[in-house]
């Protein structure tokens, strides 16, 4: 089994609808990001969060929202969502900052 | 300007070939430089980190940095097929009181046999 695990792998979804994306991961990290990624655009962070009681902004946070349930789970929702947040999702985790990142096998995503 | 800039490639190198890839970064107070690799339809994993100005060799891949010149790259010394994929070059960035990583676009790489 993955460290980290997404899901749902893939969804497909109306503008307006409201969609979560769950992240849970057995490593024991700490610290738990969401990032998406778009086709010439890299990897951009959309939330952060370094424990239970810690949620931070990323580059890209309008329109999405997390939830820090447990240290091992993080989940990210977009409470309306719009097509041009279509992308792939990745969850990562890590032990520190700035030190290696391990990521979930990404969730696709397409709002028509 | 981008905090992070990579060619979006395609770089096409023949097999055996040395595969070079580029990367600047902004934020000059930045110690640490990873790079990852992503194969088609996977997620990101690292291959490389070096925080000292110079080489760091690990079997086929060298990390070279440059601090002065705020420039990272990524030799892949006799390229094969099964290095065929994206390599993001990543840096830390401290804000609000914490570090966190900054991605480039990512380079897509080629090798053909």
């Known amino acids: 089994d993955a460290d980290v695990t997404q899901t749902p792998r893939n969804r497909i979804t109306k503008t307006g609808k409201r969609i979560m994306l769950e992240c849970s991961q057995t490593?024991?990290?700490?610290?738990m990001y969401w990032y998406r990624q778009d086709p010439g655009l890299g990897l951009r962070l959309i939330y952060y969060?370094?424990?239970?009681?810690?949620?931070n902004k990323g580059e890209i946070s309008d329109g999405y929202s997390v939830s820090r349930q447990a240290q091992a789970k993080f989940s990210l929702s977009l409470e309306s969502a719009i097509p041009n947040q279509t992308a792939l999702y990745f969850c990562?985790?890590?032990?520190?900052?700035?030190?290696?990142?391990?990521f979930g096998e990404g969730s696709r995503l397409t709002v028509l | 300007q981008k905090e992070v800039e990579q060619n979006s490639g395609p770089l096409s190198v023949p097999e055996g070939a040395i595969a070079s890839l580029n990367c600047t970064y902004s934020?000059?107070?930045?110690?640490?430089f990873f790079w990852y690799r992503q194969y088609s339809g996977k997620s990101p994993e690292l291959i490389m980190s070096?925080?000292?100005?110079g080489d760091k060799e690990d079997g086929r891949f060298t990390a070279q940095l440059n601090k002065a010149s705020q420039y990272v790259s990524l030799l892949i010394r006799d390229s094969q097929p099964s290095d065929s994929a994206t390599y993001l070059c990543?840096?830390?960035?401290?804000?609000?009181?914490?570090?966190?990583?900054?991605f480039g676009a990512g380079t897509r790489l080629a090798v053909h046999p």
């Open positions: 990562a985790t890590s032990e520190s900052g700035a030190g290696e990142l391990f």
């Open positions: 490593k024991g990290h700490d610290r």
């Open positions: 969060s370094f424990d239970v009681k810690d949620i």
């Open positions: 934020d000059r107070v930045s110690q640490s």
């Open positions: 070096i925080y000292s100005n």
């Open positions: 990543a840096v830390p960035s401290f804000s609000g009181g914490y570090n966190k990583l900054i």
